[in-house]
Nanobody, 125 residues
Framework: QVQLVESGGGLVQAGGSLRLSCAAS????????MGWFRQAPGQEREFVAA????????YYADSVKGRFTISRDNAKNTVYLQMHSLKPGDTAVYYC??????????????????WGQGTQVAVSS
């Protein structure tokens, strides 16, 4: 069975940067789209970013556009989330996920059926 393992979380100051990694084991990503979600304390899980398997097209929540960048290395079977200009509001547990099928018109509404365990990101002011 495929497993997703996140890493790279930690505590950073506002305005700082952090890069999260998500490594898949058991198989390659194949035709799956990959994405990141986050859940802040007391809040619902929300979509952050996604990247398609075909052309590597990227999709972002409005709250992170211009600050976060999702990318992937197919050879390493790893997806990344590069975060810049971090704000206290970015504090959350970040989850890596895989989707198949993936609908570009509704990234968050796609079939996100495989999830990692999450990694904590805390941004201090």
């Amino acid at each position: 069975q495929v497993q997703l393992v996140e890493s790279g979380g930690g505590l950073v100051q506002a305005g700082g940067s952090l890069r999260l990694s998500c490594a898949a084991s058991g198989r390659t990503f194949g035709t799956h789209a990959m994405g990141w979600f986050r859940q802040a304390p007391g809040q619902e899980r929300e979509f952050v970013a996604a990247i398609s398997w075909s052309l590597g097209s990227t999709y972002y929540a409005d709250s992170v556009k211009g600050r976060f960048t999702i990318s992937r290395d197919n050879a390493k079977n790893t997806v990344y989330l590069q975060m810049h200009s971090l704000k206290p509001g970015d504090t959350a547990v970040y989850y890596c996920a895989a989707a198949s099928p993936f609908f570009p018109g509704s990234p968050g509404g796609s079939n996100w059926h495989l999830w990692g365990q999450g990694t904590q990101v805390a941004v201090s002011s």
